[in-house]
């Protein structure tokens, strides 16, 4: 049992990981489509 | 919605997983707790693998159709690739540390693995420092390819040299049936996750795209 602490360091890098790619990716596209709405409203503009 | 279906399907296989390794199969008797480890070390060596096969058939794809797709697939798959060999080589630096007595030794399948990590990282060095679209991806193809190299040397370090690293296991017969599934789920759990970010990173990459083409447009 002396090796438990391992075994939950090991399982808490892998969903730490995980999950802060899955941040990384969710707020990135966050940012992405908040700026193609915005060009796309400024190039609307352009046109009219 | 495809991203809908797989997110499903990898938190329900992942749960199924995570039963498994923790409650389902046995304790090893010769190494105790700290070998249900090996139940996500595996399968996300597995995943560099794969993700690095991927990388090596999507750059050879691009070197000869030259369709940016390729690339984009290529990419996507070394950055989800880069994220899980991470991950490996730090569960096993974890799981050494009570079995060997050390987080890390240089024997022939660790370094070849920790070579394995420093030419996905290679890869993105290369991606960041070339600016020009086409000479980005002809390079970055390239190192895919020749990197690929890299991953039989680590499948067969364990029988070509003398290792500390366990030797195949699976295929000599040295787990019991219950070890067996939980492996297999465990490997369906992360290739599902796998699909998953893959498939996220490529609508990311078309978004960025979308975002460039824009910016294009603005400019002129």
Known sequence: ?48 | MKIKILLGASAALMLVALYMVFIFVPTDAETGVIQRIFYFHVPLAWIAFLAFFIVFGCSIMYLWKRDKKWDVLASSSAEVGLVFTTLFLLTGSIWAKPVWGVWWTWDSRLTSSLILWLIYLAYFIIRSYISEEGQRARFAAIVGIIGFIDVPIIALAITLWRTQHPGPVIFEGGLVTEMVWTLIISIAAFTSLYILLFNYRVLIKQDEDELNRLKALLRR
Request: aromatic content about 16%.
């Open chain 1, 1 to 48: 049992m002396d090796n438990l602490g391992y075994l939950f360091a090991a399982f808490a890098v892998i969903w730490v990981g995980l999950f802060a790619y899955i941040l990384f990716l969710a707020q990135k596209q966050r940012q992405l489509r908040h700026d193609i709405d915005w060009l796309k409203e400024t190039l609307k503009k352009e046109v009219e």
